[in-house]
């Protein structure tokens, strides 16, 4: 893989804060959003504001 380093730290960083389980919401969630864009449900950019906002809301419970 041509990635670099430093983000490669980061996200393993990042990741390590988060239990399994809580990956694999944040992933189905990411799933049922881009499901909801590609039939017209829900805009792009907006519905991928509104994800951040619920995963980081929900980040000071995931986190503890």
Known sequence: ???????????????NKYKIEDLLEILNALGELDMQIKS???D???GF????????????????
């Open 40 to 42: 017209g449900v829900i």
């Open 49 to 64: 504001e509104l994800f951040l906002l619920k995963v980081t809301r929900r980040d000071h419970v995931w986190n503890h």
């Open 44 to 46: 792009a950019k907006n």
């Open 1 to 15: 893989l041509n990635a670099n380093e430093y983000r490669v730290t980061k996200t393993l960083e990042t990741l």
